[in-house]
């Protein structure tokens, strides 16, 4: 499986845009870039994913380098309720769709 | 908007006893999964089901562990004799085939308390 790397933790104030970074150094051409959050005391919840082109849905926006060595998950305005931890998964191409859960950014929001 | 639902939200059992955890997943969805997070711990994969079949699991899924979709609708994981290292939140998690099999879609949880 393709490792990724992000920052344990990272902070925030309401309303500011954040950009939550994650490194892939070793992804395959076919390995799609997913990322997903966990609100306290939730369960997981799928956000974004692209393989090459930035993408947008209405919860944030993925921009992917062109070497596909790393992404980042942009929050356009932060709010309270983003507070959470962010993975980024590069789930394995077959194995039943497993997803692999990493450390994680801990987003810390501020009013 | 379309969820997972899962029950009880609580489980307290003792050592030894079996449990069964309920999940209905979102109606039209293909895949099914069991996630378990032991407090503080990362989410650790369990299995998947596509087909009326597993179709992987982790280690942690040993001959205690076993998943069932008895009608078209529920999706249930059984420990049968549980342990205390079982205590845990478990999430059941849906998807839909191909290209969006990657975006799953979980339930709030159960968290096993085992005593």
């Known amino acids: 499986d393709a490792k990724t790397t992000q920052p344990n933790s990272m902070e925030s104030n309401e309303e500011e845009p954040v950009h939550l970074p994650c490194n892939h150094s070793t992804i395959s051409g076919t390995d799609y870039i997913h990322w997903y959050r966990q609100l306290p005391s939730q369960g997981p919840e799928y956000v974004i994913h692209?393989?090459?082109s930035n993408v947008n849905n209405r919860m944030a926006s993925l921009a992917i380098a062109e070497d596909r060595k790393s992404s980042t998950l942009i929050l356009h305005r932060a709010t309270l309720r983003d507070a959470a931890v962010y993975y980024c998964?590069?789930?394995?191409?077959?194995?039943?769709?497993?997803?692999?859960f990493g450390g994680g950014t801990r987003l810390m929001v501020k009013p | 908007e379309p969820e997972v639902t899962q029950t009880p939200s609580h489980q307290v059992t003792q050592m030894g006893q079996e449990v069964i955890l309920r999940c209905v997943p979102i109606?039209?969805?293909?895949?099914f999964y069991w996630y378990r997070q032991i407090l503080g711990q990362k989410v650790e994969f369990l299995v998947s089901f596509y087909n009326n079949e597993i179709s992987e699991k982790s280690e942690i899924f040993d001959d205690q562990f076993s998943v069932e979709r008895p009608d078209g609708s529920n999706f249930t994981l059984k420990i049968r004799s549980t342990k205390l290292e079982d205590s845990a939140m478990y999430f059941c998690?849906?998807?839909?085939?191909?290209?969006?099999?990657?975006?799953?879609?979980f339930g709030p949880g159960t968290r096993l308390t085992v005593t």
């Open positions: 998690a849906s998807s839909a085939s191909g290209t969006r099999a990657y975006e799953q879609y």
């Open positions: 109606s039209n969805h293909l895949y």
């Open positions: 998964i590069l789930p394995p191409y077959g194995a039943g769709n497993m997803l692999t």
């Open positions: 692209g393989l090459t």
